[in-house]
């Protein structure tokens, strides 16, 4: 693949791209994040209001260009040209744990783990490669009982006490 628009600028190989908006070039920086660890070799990624910047150099060759910047580079093109727009929902299911004892509850003394798992498996069964389900740090609604939030509506879930009530969760992700 040809590395066309890209650019050798102070010893790192780097694109700018254009867009309307700000949510295709957000969707594309969560993508083009998974694919630098999966790689294992991390690019400068910058987004803003119509524009989104790669910009990679290895760090271990003295801050140069190397075949593993080109590699990184031809995977960014292709998310790009293929138009991945990253995942349409984000679910953050919060499996924060306190010591026992502490002064709030904590969700994954709570099952929330299980519960997170559950609704992974939930979205999966329904074909939903575009739904994201992950664990979460504290979310701050501990009170409440284990808690999740679906992005980018911003809408929060208490999450049922039996795994049996995930169904009834995973029909918000559709």
């Known amino acids: 693949m040809a590395l066309e628009g890209w650019q050798e600028v102070d010893g790192a190989l780097q694109r700018t791209w254009?867009?309307?908006?700000m949510a295709r070039p957000a969707a594309l920086a969560a993508a083009i994040a998974g694919l630098?660890?999966?790689?294992?070799?991390?690019?400068?990624?910058?987004?803003g209001w119509g524009h989104l910047t790669?910009?990679?150099t290895t760090h271990d060759a003295g801050g140069?260009?190397?075949?593993?910047?080109?590699?990184?580079?031809e995977g960014v093109q292709g998310l790009v040209d293929a138009g991945v727009d990253g995942f349409r929902r984000h679910v953050f299911v919060c499996t924060h744990e306190r010591p026992e004892g502490a002064g709030r509850p904590s969700c994954a003394r709570r099952g929330s783990m299980d519960l997170m798992v559950a609704l992974k498996r939930a979205?999966?069964?329904?074909?939903?490669?575009?739904?994201r389900v992950q664990k979460s740090g504290c979310?701050?609604?501990?009170?409440?009982?284990?808690?999740?939030?679906i992005y980018p509506e911003g809408r929060w879930l208490t999450l049922p006490a039996d795994v049996a009530k995930v169904e009834e969760l995973a029909q918000d992700l559709t």
């Open 123 to 131: 979205a999966r069964e329904r074909g939903l490669d575009d739904v």
């Open 18 to 21: 254009t867009f309307d908006g």
């Open 64 to 73: 140069t260009v190397t075949d593993l910047d080109r590699t990184l580079a």
């Open 36 to 47: 630098c660890d999966r790689m294992g070799h991390h690019a400068d990624v910058t987004v």
């Open 139 to 149: 979310l701050d609604h501990c009170e409440a009982g284990p808690s999740a939030v």
């Open 54 to 56: 790669v910009r990679t």
